[in-house]
């Protein structure tokens, strides 16, 4: 992340950077700094990216907390694969589409 | 381009290759992992972590008699909580033929001491408050059977791997083994890195048969697509793995430690080759069925929807071998079943890689075997 002059960095450790699993920046930091250094291995070790949002709400900022201790640039990291509902949807509203549906 | 050496190199960073590896790094050999893109990447990351003994092949239980006193015990073997919990298994029969099949299950069962036992519909409305017992004659329930997380197992063996002074490469893709005079002499990454070794583990799950090819060794495991949801976490309604064995039934547990629903079914007739597409199909059938079993379900939300493979071999059995190539071993076909063998098939294949033979005879695991002993509770 360019830092810009005169601006101080804030202290952001106990930020929750993940709100659906509630994972703060100083724990995502931590498992980069144990040597897995991509969106995938930490979203196996931590959950982010697993709850309600689907990642939506944290892997940019993990992507930009991967740039800042490892160099590697956000352009260059794989997010992972979006993955269907893309809002969460109760079970028996997708069982009634179905048989609303019939055999699609 | 690098050169290193290794006393083993194993093939495959999911379940297999993780705990085998730590087995095998725990005797004292330099293990060097290579995974082509991270670990879990393969079937172990998309399971859904059931882990059982109910099986009807004699050696399937015994492993799993052992894998299921290892998983007890793998918190502090490993120093991480990997959510172990048994909550059991419940297999359901809604029809007369099933019955039949599981008490005979259950006759083998016994004999190998497992806790298990057919249960009246009513007890299987006791055990699943809320159940749909319509159409039920009861069930099979072992409730020494149960769950665990299948990213916390695996990578705290490969973390294990790492203090037993091992290394674990990811994005590191095997392409060539180099076989001398019928035995393996090294084995070469896409980047070009060369590792010299003495013993080569297949452990690459799906694509084992691939990697059998690079020594020249024909694995025949076939891979098959498997969907599976996860739904939001709610407050713990379910204990045990339900299992409905009807043409358009399902399986579905409730993870303990965070109350996730996760549940898929084997699709009739089956799709077969590297698929990882996500189906409409899936996302409509799954829910359908597991409301019809569990109505309560129906304001529970799904959360994600993906697909994996399970590795099928001829007879549904894993193969846990040497081979004809000195030094080259298969640990795959797990035939959908392979979170739960890792523990025991991992230190069992440390053993008969290092001491030539294994505590529990993996024999009938062997790759040119006849395939005739097919397993019945797939
Ligand atoms: C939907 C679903 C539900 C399941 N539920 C359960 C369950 O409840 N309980 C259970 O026990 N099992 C379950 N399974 C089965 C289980 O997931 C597999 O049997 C198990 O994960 C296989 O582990 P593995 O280590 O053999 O293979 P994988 O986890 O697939 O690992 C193989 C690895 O090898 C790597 N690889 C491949 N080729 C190369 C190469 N050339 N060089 C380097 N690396 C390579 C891959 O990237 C991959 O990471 C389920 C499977 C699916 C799909």
Redesign the interface.
Known sequence: MRKKKGYRKAKTDNVIVCRCEEITEAEIRAVIRAGYHSLEEIKRILRTGMGHCGGRGCLKVIARLIEEETEIPVSSQKFPTSRPPLKPLPLGLLAGYKNEQGNR | MSRGTADAVVIGGGIIGAATGYYLARQGLKVVLLER?????GST?RCIGGIRAQFTHDLTIRVMLESIKMFQELDEELGVDIEWYAGGYLFLAFDEQRKQSFLQAIEIQKRYGLKVEFISKEECCRIVPGLNAEGLLGGAWCPTDGQANP?KVT?GYLEGIKRFRGEVL?CQEVKRINVIGGKVVSVVTADGNEFFTPVVLNAAGPWAEDVGKLAGVDVPVKPDRHEALV??AVERCLEPMLVDYRPDGCYFVQHYGTGHFIGCYTPVPIVPGHNLD?S??F???M??R???LLPK??????????AGSYEMTPDGNPICSGTPVEGFYVSAGMSGHGFMFGPALGKLMAELIVQGRSTIDLNEFRLDRPWTKAEAMK
Do not use: N, S
Request: net charge neutral.
């Open positions: 893109a991270f670990p879990c990447a990351g990213f990578y990811v739904t939001e996500a409409d199909e996302i409509t059938e829910p359908r597991m409301v019809r379900l129906a304001l529970v939300k799904v959360l994600r929807h993906w």
